[in-house]
């Protein structure tokens, strides 16, 4: 096998450290709202008074979203919220699901951008994006790297019991 530099071992283990740390930052964000509960309603009325004046640090369409969807939906939000939060950074500590992990927290932290929160989410965000693209180097010392290939032979072998040649009587 022809390994890419960003996928060999010790690049490898740069990448699961940054994984870990990325993951071990979500379950901050997330566990504090779990335990001590959230309520996003007063973040989405400020976000959505940012879309006004000058210069606006939240876009119209993405404050009409706000305002005519997750406004009316807040209790949704309430639970997806710390829900996702911790759910990432499980993933990312354990490697598990570690590409579906990082494209939620993609998701997140472009949301909270842009709802006009910069924070950490510029570098939470670019540094699950390097770790998209590092692939299979993510996730080298993690969970996926056990689950993917069981999952991959469960759903190839699930394929030749269905495509099997019907015998001729």
Do not use: C
């Not at 996003?40 to 969807?69: C, D, M």
């Not at 759910?87 to 494209?103: D, H, N, S």
């Not at 032979?153 to 099997?164: A, D, I, L, S, Y």
């Amino acid at each position: 096998m022809n390994t890419k530099w960003w996928q060999g071992q010790t690049a490898s283990i740069i990448w699961t450290a940054l994984r870990v740390w990325l993951g071990v930052q979500w379950i901050e964000a997330g566990w504090h709202k779990l335990v001590d509960g959230f309520d996003a309603t007063g973040f989405l009325h400020g976000a959505i008074g940012k879309a006004t004046g000058e210069f606006p640090a939240v876009q119209g369409w993405y404050a009409a979203f706000l305002e005519n969807f997750a406004l009316p939906n807040v209790g949704l939000f309430n639970f997806l919220v710390p829900v996702g939060e911790v759910l990432v950074g499980l993933g990312l500590i354990f490697g598990l699901a570690t590409v579906p992990a990082l494209l939620a927290g993609i998701l997140m932290n472009w949301s909270f951008l842009m709802a006009g929160t910069v924070s950490t989410n510029p570098m939470l965000l670019m540094a699950a994006v390097l770790l998209l693209f590092v692939g299979y180097g993510a996730y080298r010392y993690g969970l996926d790297r056990y689950a993917i290939p069981f999952i991959k032979e469960q759903w190839n072998n699930r394929n030749r019991k269905h495509n099997r040649p019907a015998h001729a009587h």
